[in-house]
């Protein structure tokens, strides 16, 4: 008989409205789980070690016309985990892999398409949540394939010390770029231009006029801009765009929780600066994930790439963490630590 183990998880209590609360989010501590896979299966069984908290999570748990959770199920996010066992020819037990996953201990992984075996253990395995995993990819992807860089180009990246943002400027430093980052706090911009190598940062909070602000930083105006934020951000870049400057349209996240999303008054610039704004989704690039991998890795060895994480131990902290990203609480990629093993 296999073995059965207890499975904490962290479920949808009910669909998200306005500003999310931890009461949307239960622990479930009764649940169970055998240790093997179901005969006649093609599924894997992974201990989760590490999960990421991404502001995309949360769109997942709002109503729409083919909503990915429902309530009552456990959320689901990319995350690390060991194969404990497997029916698939892919997976062995033993491999790290990446991917995604459920918000608890255990997780059988019916569709493989969205898990990827783990080829550097030589890192720290935490990094495949964030520099190494779907961060680091968007990153790397909105970059260097949507933004089409060109060295001495003037970089802005707002949210610039997240998952994503911290990677961004630092590709762009490595490409000879001018680079500068915005943050929501003293602490985060220090951070950019003392441990990231960004040129410039500012506190958005602390100005009143954010056009003035990026017009004073980018005196000659930007050509690339790596869109995190949204709202009156996208507004005050508009203006200070470049001719046939570019734009990575990555993630909006002052609009997330929202009702009534914010509109966009400065629109005419994309006609008269002649530019070219383009959303992405890291998973249409699948096949340039290896490439990435490989890149990345060895900028990690040569030491010619940082990266900060933000860690919360135990699932049950699993909610708070995710919440903090929108009051900008974490410092760097927030993820939570399950087993270190």
């Not at 998952?163 to 915005?182: E, F």
């Amino acid at each position: 008989m296999a073995e059965v183990r207890a499975n904490k998880k962290v479920v949808l209590k009910d669909f998200i409205t306005g500003f999310p609360k931890e009461s949307d989010m239960e622990i479930v501590t009764t649940d169970t789980v055998r240790l093997k896979v179901p005969e006649g299966s093609k599924a894997v069984l992974l201990k989760n070690m590490y999960l990421s908290c991404d502001p995309y999570t949360l769109w997942r748990m709002r109503k729409h016309d083919e909503p990915p959770s429902v309530p009552g199920s456990v959320i689901t996010g990319f995350g690390v985990g060991k194969v404990v066992d497997s029916r698939h020819p892919d997976f062995k037990v033993g491999d790290f892999v990446w991917g995604m996953t459920g918000w608890e201990e255990y997780s059988l992984i019916t569709e493989t398409e969205m898990l990827f075996k783990i080829r550097y253990t030589d890192v720290p395995l935490s990094y495949y949540t964030g520099l190494l995993g779907m961060a680091g990819f968007t990153a790397y992807i909105g970059f260097h394939e949507i933004s089409s860089p060109k060295k001495g180009e003037f970089v802005f990246v707002s949210a610039a010390s997240g998952a994503v943002g911290q990677l961004v400027g630092q590709l762009a430093k490595l490409m000879g770029c001018y680079v500068v980052g915005s943050a929501g706090s003293d602490e985060k911009v220090n951070l950019l231009k003392n441990k990231f190598g960004f040129d410039e940062a500012f506190n958005y909070k602390k100005e009143p006029d954010l056009s003035a602000a990026l017009k004073r930083l980018f005196p000659e105006g930007i050509d690339i801009y790596f869109e995190n934020v949204g709202g009156p951000m996208l507004d005050a870049v508009l203006i200070n765009m470049r001719t046939h400057g570019r734009i990575a349209g990555c993630g909006m996240i002052s609009q997330y929780n929202l009702e009534k999303p914010e509109g966009v008054h400065n629109s005419l610039y994309l006609v008269t600066k002649r530019i070219r704004m383009e959303g992405f989704l890291f998973s249409d690039f699948f096949h340039k994930y290896h490439q990435f991998e490989e890149i990345i890795g060895e900028y990690i060895k040569d030491g010619k790439i940082t990266y900060v994480e933000d860690k919360a131990e135990g699932l049950e902290n699993a909610p708070a963490a995710l919440l903090g990203l929108f009051g900008g609480r974490n410092v760097g990629k927030q993820l939570v630590v399950i087993s270190h093993e």
